[in-house]
């Protein structure tokens, strides 16, 4: 069972190229996330899914875009990388926006230079 | 504004028992949950509690207390490979997750 599948696994990236980072699940959960993890701060929340065909804006979506077209895939994509998004990107879903917990892909580092 | 707090590191000998606080000041509340992330790692779904009280699963428990915005996670007989990260998160009104920054806890021998 693969749960949730991310890529690439590691990135370098120049500033100002265009990068979408790949999320897919195989556990026909209704919601999916997109978050960030950086040193000493919590999980921030980009962007979110409830369901197909819908997103929504996290805490910090400035910069990142998302589309829904299928339950499986929520693809994350910089327009424009800067370096302030240097992080590490983990996918979640789960079975629905209040239900249940969240299960994530093993993430995507990030490095913009 | 909300915030999740949570000790930034802790260390316990191996075989002992180890409690990882966390209050939190959320915008209503709908549940709270524990994480574990090994280094390099995804998080990984440890505990959820919505109602006062303790849940116990094996090794792990944990605590809730609504009334005070606090819980805790209390690890027995400590293992060298609990040594990892402990996130705590909360639900809150929007069933949008709040994080805290985990507190990594160190096992020595």
């Known amino acids: 069972i693969a749960g949730i599948t991310q890529a690439p696994t590691s990135q370098i990236l120049a500033a100002g190229r265009r990068m979408t980072l790949r999320c897919t699940q195989d556990?026909?959960?209704?919601?999916m996330y997109w978050y960030r993890q950086d040193l000493g701060l919590g999980l921030r929340l980009i962007h979110y899914?409830?369901?197909?065909?819908?997103?929504g804006k996290g805490e910090v979506p400035d910069g990142y875009s998302v589309s829904r077209a299928n339950t499986d895939d929520f693809p994350l994509t910089l327009a424009s990388a800067v370096p302030s998004q240097t992080s590490v990107y983990f996918c979640?879903?789960?079975?629905?926006?209040?239900?249940?917990?969240?299960?994530f892909g093993e993430g995507s580092r990030l490095t913009v230079l | 504004g909300q915030n999740i707090d949570q000790p930034t590191e802790m260390t316990a000998t191996e075989g002992a028992i180890v409690q990882i606080n966390c209050t939190y000041q959320?915008?209503?509340?709908?549940?709270l949950f524990w994480y574990q992330q090994h280094a390099g790692e995804a998080p990984t779904f440890l505990s959820y509690?919505?109602l006062d009280g303790l849940e116990e699963k094996g090794r792990f428990s944990s605590f809730l207390s609504r009334s005070k915005g606090y819980s805790y996670l209390l690890l027995k007989e400590l293992q060298m490979k609990d040594s990892a990260s402990y996130l705590c998160?909360?639900?809150?009104?929007?069933?949008?997750?709040?994080w805290g920054a985990g507190t990594k806890l160190i096992i020595k021998p």
């Open positions: 998160a909360v639900r809150d009104s929007n069933y949008q997750l709040i």
């Open positions: 959320t915008s209503g509340f709908n549940g």
């Open positions: 979640a879903s789960s079975d629905g926006p209040d239900t249940g917990e969240l299960f």
């Open positions: 899914s409830n369901t197909a065909g819908t997103t």
């Open positions: 556990m026909r959960h209704n919601a």
């Open positions: 509690n919505v």
